[in-house]
């Protein structure tokens, strides 16, 4: 059997077996979410709360006063980022912290590769959010956050077969696995665990079904989160903002059927992914 | 007149194809399967096929196989309910120009089937005249601009929307819509010059208001209507995205002088349609009216340039909302476009007020200027 295929099928036993560990919301931000949730809610408890971890704090902070969140006097204070945020935002901003997070590694090995992942994701989630909104679907917001973590389970999937690839390695030292086949694997085997993990983030049905399947639109839906995200991916990749091998004439497929499902003309698509590129490095 | 094959099972897809299609002047044929298809292609020639997938006896992607097999390169529209990304693929391999997913509105048909065949997007209406074939087609004018006109109110009390209207020139449409949601609806079906915003909308959060606004509705002018709750109301809507700040109660001149700033410091003062050229009315201050008139007299250079080009030898220019209040620059301003329009070749019919031509009477250069009281009345005169 073939490293790779030895690879993929540990994984994907740890798939099947639920023996994966799967990286959790951070503590202070799960309780965050929680809290905003609450229907007597009390942002000064949210802020406090914050307040603890000054990590997150300094990143709450970047986020709100980055590019991406235009026209606004910088926030100075947790306080005013919270107040100017809304609860709602405030979760988005908490799990996309907490998605960066997995998007990192200390291993030489996959660290640009995640990284461009990560700003590949950052690409599609404000496509798909700007689609939204055109488009007239349900919530522009769930569509960001849907985008953002449609290939979350990638780099989860990446660490493990680093782990794997090092057991192998220890008993037969002369096999090694290239990069793009590597890459291939981490396709083929990331959708169930960033669905495991959108679950156990508590995230939305509607985001789960946008990381669940990307490989064809819901014609019954046009104007479904799910379909926002994958044309966005599509475009996105087409952009070449993205890490691993395109299948082009998919990928083509893909756009030209979104433009039509959506409603998106040449124009509008041209208007809505013309800093695209920038927008995903700036903020990443 | 190009001629156009649509192939589907469905008589029903069919007739609307037909009417559609038909309405852009093309001449349509229609088949009910890849086989009647084919046997059509053969029997004379056509410049679009708008086809469906799934059919009986020979597929869609069965008769687009055979034809370009057969060396047939008429390009072709998929018209279809079939979503599946490798059929697609495969039908794009085959080489297809575009495609329209079943429901469809017959504007996306009309505009990709224009695209495939390399025809301005204003064919219905200027094109007619136009050479059948792409490549001898003159250069496109742009389109009417109505966003040049039209305002949107977004407030939750309909009293601040009357008192809009009450305020703006009859010839400015206004809509309005008591929820951010509505507003978003009215963005995406028209085209608006400035959108009017309640700083305190209920239920809303501005900043993220403005930037979907904003996606929708790049040229529009922002502007927050509010209270002068603080003194720094206004650089707090500034920084919630807004371009401006109109404060309520209105005065007329505040909304006289938002009116000049959008509609006249933006340049949107002319649209033109086929060879029909409307001048905007003026809205704003007297002092701001021969800052119109020179922003006017450039925009009306680029049209007559658009005009040549599009090779109409005549054109109707409709003063009808030309300002009057300085009657002599009023006047030398209509004479000097018809002064240029003759030295270029191109023969001005003018609609306007007896007042006009009395005006434009006075000037040697706009002699010979035909003068109309409507446009109807300068249509049937050409």
């Keep these: 059997m073939k490293f790779a295929e030895q690879l993929e099928q540990i994984v994907k036993a740890r798939i099947e077996s639920d023996s994966l560990t799967l990286p959790a919301l951070p503590a202070v931000a799960f309780k965050a979410i929680e809290l905003t949730r609450a229907p007597d809610i009390n942002l000064q408890d949210v802020v406090a709360l914050i307040e603890k971890d000054p990590i997150l704090a300094a990143q709450i902070l970047r986020l709100c006063n980055s590019v991406a969140m235009t026209t606004r006097e910088p926030c100075s204070s947790i306080s005013q980022a919270v107040t100017r945020l809304g609860t709602k935002n405030l979760r988005t901003t908490l799990v996309e912290i907490s998605a960066r997070r997995i998007f990192e590694s200390r291993d030489v090995k996959i660290a640009a590769a995640v990284k461009a992942l990560w700003e590949h994701s950052r690409a599609v989630a404000q496509l798909a959010q700007r689609v939204a909104v055109v488009a007239g679907a349900a919530d522009p917001d769930t569509a960001y956050l849907a985008g953002l973590l449609h290939d979350v389970g990638k780099p989860v999937v990446a660490t493990i077969l680093l782990e794997a690839e090092s057991q192998i390695l220890q008993r037969n030292a002369r096999l090694w696995i290239d990069f793009s086949t590597w890459m291939d694997v981490v396709q083929r085997c990331h959708r169930p665990i960033g669905l495991s993990l959108a679950q156990k983030w508590q995230l939305s049905d509607e985001i789960q079904h946008a990381i669940q399947e990307c490989a064809d639109y819901d014609p019954g839906n046009r104007l479904s989160t799910g379909n926002a995200v994958r044309f966005a991916n599509a475009v996105a990749k087409q952009l070449g903002i993205y890490a691993g091998a395109v299948n082009a004439e998919e990928n083509d497929a893909l756009v030209m059927v979104g433009r039509s499902l959506l409603g998106i003309d040449d124009e509008t698509l041209t208007r809505l992914s013309k800093d695209l590129k920038e927008k995903s490095r700036d903020t990443a | ?382």
């Excluded at chain 2, 099972?9 to 009417?19: A, N, W």
């Excluded at chain 2, 009910?32 to 053969?42: F, H, I, M, T, V």
């Excluded at chain 2, 979907?212 to 509705?217: I, P, W």
């Design chain 2, 1 to 382: 007149m190009p001629r156009i094959l649509t192939v589907d099972d469905s008589r029903s897809i069919r007739m609307i194809v037909s009417k559609a299609l038909g309405e852009l002047g093309f001449e349509m044929g229609e088949a009910d399967d890849g086989n009647a298809g084919l046997k059509k292609l053969q029997e004379g020639s056509y410049d679009l096929v708008v086809l469906d997938v799934t059919m009986p006896n020979l597929d869609g992607p069965g008769m687009l196989a055979k034809m370009r097999e057969s060396g047939d390169k008429t390009p072709v529209v998929m018209l279809t309910s079939e979503s599946k990304t490798s059929i697609i693929a495969a039908l794009m391999k085959l080489g297809i120009q575009d495609y329209v997913l079943k429901p469809f509105k017959g504007d996306e048909l009309k505009i990709k089937v224009l695209k495939a065949l390399k025809l301005p997007a204003d064919y219905a209406s200027a094109g007619r005249a136009a050479p059948a074939s792409a490549a001898d087609a003159c250069p496109s004018l742009p389109a009417a601009t109505p966003s040049a006109s039209r305002i949107l109110v977004i407030d939750d009390m309909e009293n601040v929307h009357k008192k809009v209207r009450s305020l703006v020139p009859a010839e400015l449409m206004v809509d309005a819509s008591l929820n951010a949601s509505d507003g978003m609806g009215l963005c995406r079906a028209n085209k608006y010059g400035l959108i009017l915003v309640d700083g305190e909308l209920p239920d809303s959060n501005l900043p993220s208001l403005t930037k979907q606004l904003r996606l929708l509705q790049p040229k529009a002018v922002l502007v927050a209507l509010t209270l002068r709750s603080a003194n720094n109301i206004a650089v707090e809507m500034h920084a919630q995205g807004f371009d401006d700040v109109l404060f309520k109660p209105f005065a007329n001149e505040a909304v006289a002088a938002l009116l000049g700033r959008c509609f006249v410091e933006n340049q949107q003062l002319v649209s033109i349609q086929e060879n029909l050229v409307q001048l905007a009315g003026f809205h704003g201050r007297d002092d701001k009216l021969e800052h119109y008139f020179v922003e006017l007299a450039a925009k009306m250079k680029e049209v007559l340039t658009k005009l040549a080009e599009a090779c109409f030898d005549s054109a109707v220019l409709d003063a009808s909302f030309l300002p009057l209040s300085q009657p002599l620059r009023a006047g030398q301003f209509v004479a000097e476009v018809c002064k240029t329009f003759a030295e270029t070749g191109v023969v001005l019919r003018l609609v306007g007020s007896s007042e006009l031509a009395t005006l434009v009477g006075r000037f040697e250069e706009a002699k010979g200027v035909r003068l109309f009281h409507s446009l109807e009345e300068a249509r049937a005169a050409a």
